[in-house]
């Protein structure tokens, strides 16, 4: 069974910076996408920023476009997230999340939820004005 576990989350003002951490561990498995998705209250989870474990390619939102960089540490099962200039809009839960590609994962689009067959339980993100 893979495991993905979120650190990092917290509370900063606008303007501020935070950094995300996934470790993934349990079987290898052939993985292409690694990265994160978000909910805030109200809304759909969305995609924020993802990475291929192969090429490195990597995928953002336009939202957070020039303010998060996500980066890869393939020899420790590790994804990180670093957000900076955050807004109060990037408030919400922020999910790790990994695909498969033995689940069809190619089917669907990076930003989609249903994409990925592994997930984190979640880090909170609050930013205050």
């Known amino acids: 069974q893979v495991q993905l576990v979120e650190s990092g989350g917290g509370s900063v003002q606008a303007g501020g910076s935070l950094r995300l951490s996934c470790a993934a561990s349990?079987?290898?498995?052939?993985?292409?996408?690694m990265g994160w998705l978000r909910q805030a209250p109200g809304k759909e989870r969305e995609g924020v920023a993802f990475i291929a474990a192969g090429d490195g390619a990597t995928y953002y939102a336009d939202s957070v476009k020039g303010r998060f960089t996500i980066s890869q540490d393939n020899a420790k099962n590790m994804v990180y997230l670093q957000m900076n200039s955050l807004k109060p809009e990037d408030t919400a839960m922020y999910y790790c999340?990994?695909?498969?590609?033995?689940?069809?994962?190619?089917?669907?689009?990076?930003?989609?939820?249903?994409?990925?067959?592994?997930w984190g339980q979640g880090t909170q993100v609050t930013v205050s004005s």
């Open positions: 999340a990994a695909d498969d590609r033995s689940s069809g994962s190619w089917l669907y689009a990076w930003t989609s939820p249903a994409r990925y067959t592994y």
């Open positions: 349990g079987y290898t498995y052939d993985r292409d996408l």
